[in-house]
């Protein structure tokens, strides 16, 4: 008797997963951050399901899974590493995984923690002036991003990255091909998608000949100047975008200002803020 059930079409993927061979396994960890990039995933819906499907998702807290300890194939590290536990665990993450991504600003260079770098006692003013029992709260004296504790074999950045920057990334090293990261500058994409030039036509101070590309031009598609969260461009002219900005009309502390926020601890932006600083 003929059926009518009909036979769906095995894809080449499908054949390829379906393979006797272990399923890659991979560990999303948190160190010192607000757990935004780890929405990275979350938000990426459909796709993170299919991932699901496809390897094993041995710990991941805010999603579910736990095995802080578990060697796995490809670790996703949030955070900076800004207290003497992190200090530690990031060794073991390390020894743990093939392959070590660091994911946003706060893991890339230190993140809006890293602020308390500049401060002459560390975190010790700080703490001591938002908590009631500071001697609770252990703190290094610097946040610091991952890489200067472990090797890392890839950073994305941005504050947040991006479901595309994270599932590139993935795609690539599983496939173990080396991961490509577009190196351009925030203009050049900016240009790509024809915004209107907000340095240019508005006279904002726009961070965006120095910043890294990846955001999409996403504050100049709405008018506004960027602020450098997916920080400092590979060779980036940070001398000359301070002189434009004075040429705007900031004064030297706010020039030296605009390059220190998110991603004060990577060394441009630092060089940068330091020349601009009004002698005490
Ligand atoms: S980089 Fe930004 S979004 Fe990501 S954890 Fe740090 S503060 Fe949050
Ligand atoms: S335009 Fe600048 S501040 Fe805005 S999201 Fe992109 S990198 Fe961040």
Same mark, same amino acid.
């Given at each position: 008797? =003929?059926?009518? &059930? ?25 160190? /010192? ?8 995933? *979350? ?14 998702? !041995? ?6 899974? !736990? ?10 590290? &949030?955070?900076?590493? /800004?207290?003497?536990?992190?200090? &530690? ?19 890339? /260079? +230190? ?30 004296? /610097? ?12 950073? *994305? ?8 920057? !994270? ?30 030039? !907000?340095?240019?036509?508005? +006279? ?11 955001? +999409? ?15 400092? =461009? ?5 001398? %000359?975008? %301070? ?38």
């Amino acid at each position: 008797m =003929a059926t009518t &059930e009909r036979v769906l079409p095995i894809s080449a993927l499908d054949r390829f997963n379906a393979r006797a061979q272990p399923r890659p396994r991979i560990a999303v960890h948190k160190f /010192s951050s607000c757990d935004g990039c780890q929405l990275a995933f *979350l938000n990426a819906g459909e796709a993170l399901l299919q991932l699901a499907q496809r390897v094993d998702l !041995v710990h991941f807290a805010e999603a579910g899974p !736990v095995d802080p300890e578990a060697p796995v194939d490809l670790a996703f590290v &949030e955070g900076s590493i /800004s207290t003497p536990e992190e200090a &530690e665990r990031i060794r073991r993450v390390r020894a743990n995984s093939r392959y070590l991504v660091s994911i946003g600003a706060c893991a890339t /260079s +230190g993140g809006l923690q890293a602020l308390r770098n500049f401060n002459a006692d560390g975190a010790v003013g700080w703490t001591e002036a938002i908590y009631a029992q500071p001697e609770f709260i252990q703190s290094l004296g /610097s946040a610091t991003p991952v890489a200067e504790h472990v090797k890392v074999d890839l950073e *994305l950045w941005g504050c947040p990255v991006n479901a595309r920057q !994270v599932f590139q990334a993935l795609r690539q090293l599983l496939f173990g091909v080396a991961p490509v990261v577009d190196k351009d500058k925030l203009c050049v994409e900016c240009k790509r998608q024809q915004h209107v030039c !907000v340095l240019v036509a508005k +006279g904002e101070p726009c961070m965006g000949p120095v910043t890294h590309t990846g955001c +999409g031009a996403l504050c100049p598609a709405f008018g506004r100047d960027c602020y450098a969260c997916f920080g400092p =461009a590979e060779n980036p002219n940070t001398a %000359a975008l %301070a002189c434009r900005f004075e040429g705007l009309g900031l004064v030297p502390e706010a020039v030296a200002r605009r390059f220190h926020f998110i991603n004060s601890h990577a060394p441009s932006f630092r060089a940068e803020w330091l020349k601009w600083q009004e002698p005490e």
